[in-house]
């Protein structure tokens, strides 16, 4: 039996599935596809040690656990965490193992009606929406998501704008000059200018970085930026880069680190969660 809500159900009334990957169909090969199969039969590796196996459709494998047709909820936030980090081990246990790989979000679930049993849910599901399952794994194959983070320090670039800039330079030499009440005015007047400009160069650095990074990946999404502490973050990206773009994007992103007053971050590869 298993407790959602403080009520019992008979666990396996339903299908949570982790992701999506391809088999083979060929009929002749019936053993062998048998034999496929129960290679996806993982172990109790899911959610709250789900046991973790193939659904196949075709040469579609939905990687699913038995579990009882409700969402998984909690008011324990460490709880949810442990849930979605099971679920993320899943995928990557997956991809890690058997290539190409279309995650699904945490909380996907198919049960049963009336009419059919959860898996034959699931099948009809797959039978429906094979065509594109089958396209959106065409497009992540031979590819890994990696998460670009680039920062910066603004007091170091506005003091290399403050010296590059003639017309700061003229009026911060101007206020050195002038009386205590003036100069107050003059100052404020240099850091609004300042300002601006800065604002200027974090708009021309995320161009020049979005379009230099954009080069080496196959898809790529604007994220929102996070705080982070000295430092703030000017862009973040997860970028979907094919295997043979991967030293190319690393050698991309060092450059873009040794320019004064930049650090990036670089992590990966992933399986293809922001594309899928």
């Given at each position: 039996?298993?407790?959602?809500?403080?009520?019992?159900?008979?666990?396996?009334?339903?299908?949570?599935?982790?992701?999506?990957?391809?088999?083979?169909?060929?009929?002749?090969?019936?053993?062998?596809?048998?034999?496929?199969n129960e290679s996806i039969n993982?172990?109790?590796?899911?959610?709250?040690?789900?046991?973790?196996?193939?659904?196949?459709?075709?040469?579609?494998?939905?990687?699913?656990?038995?579990?009882?047709?409700?969402?998984?909820?909690?008011?324990?936030?460490?709880?949810?965490?442990?849930?979605?980090?099971?679920?993320?081990?899943?995928?990557?246990?997956?991809?890690?193992?058997?290539?190409?790989?279309?995650?699904?979000?945490?909380?996907?679930?198919?049960?049963?009606?009336?009419?059919?049993?959860?898996?034959?849910?699931?099948?009809?599901?797959?039978?429906?929406?094979?065509?594109?399952?089958?396209?959106?794994?065409?497009?992540?194959?031979?590819?890994?998501?990696?998460?670009?983070?680039?920062?910066?320090?603004?007091?170091?670039?506005?003091e290399e704008i403050a010296k590059?800039?003639?017309?700061?330079?003229?009026?911060?030499?101007?206020?050195?000059?002038?009386?205590?009440?003036?100069?107050?005015?003059?100052?404020?007047?240099?850091?609004?200018?300042?300002?601006?400009?800065?604002?200027?160069?974090?708009?021309?650095?995320?161009?020049?970085?979005?379009?230099?990074?954009?080069?080496?990946?196959?898809?790529?999404?604007?994220?929102?930026?996070?705080?982070?502490?000295?430092?703030?973050?000017?862009?973040?990206?997860?970028?979907?880069?094919?295997?043979?773009?991967?030293?190319?994007?690393?050698?991309?992103?060092?450059?873009?680190?040794?320019?004064?007053?930049?650090?990036?971050?670089?992590?990966?590869?992933?399986?293809?969660?922001?594309?899928?």
């Amino acid at each position: 039996m298993h407790r959602f809500g403080g009520i019992e159900m008979e666990k396996g009334d339903a299908r949570y599935i982790y992701c999506i990957i391809e088999g083979t169909e060929d009929r002749k090969q019936k053993t062998e596809n048998r034999k496929a199969n129960e290679s996806i039969n993982l172990g109790k590796i899911g959610v709250e040690n789900g046991e973790v196996y193939a659904i196949p459709y075709k040469d579609l494998n939905a990687v699913v656990h038995n579990c009882a047709p409700e969402p998984y909820k909690s008011e324990d936030k460490e709880q949810v965490k442990s849930w979605i980090t099971a679920h993320e081990k899943v995928v990557e246990t997956v991809w890690e193992k058997f290539g190409n790989v279309l995650p699904l979000g945490f909380d996907t679930i198919v049960k049963g009606d009336k009419k059919h049993n959860a898996d034959e849910n699931l099948k009809n599901w797959l039978k429906e929406d094979y065509e594109n399952l089958k396209k959106k794994l065409d497009k992540v194959k031979n590819k890994a998501e990696y998460g670009v983070q680039v920062s910066w320090d603004p007091k170091i670039i506005g003091e290399e704008i403050a010296k590059k800039d003639e017309e700061l330079k003229n009026l911060k030499e101007k206020i050195a000059s002038l009386s205590k009440g003036l100069a107050y005015m003059y100052r404020q007047k240099l850091e609004d200018m300042l300002k601006k400009e800065i604002e200027k160069e974090a708009d021309r650095r995320f161009k020049d970085f979005y379009a230099r990074i954009n080069q080496h990946c196959d898809n790529i999404r604007i994220e929102k930026v996070k705080k982070i502490k000295a430092k703030q973050m000017l862009i973040n990206l997860s970028c979907l880069v094919h295997k043979n773009k991967e030293n190319e994007l690393g050698e991309e992103l060092e450059k873009i680190n040794n320019i004064e007053g930049f650090d990036v971050r670089f992590t990966g590869p992933w399986p293809p969660y922001s594309f899928a």
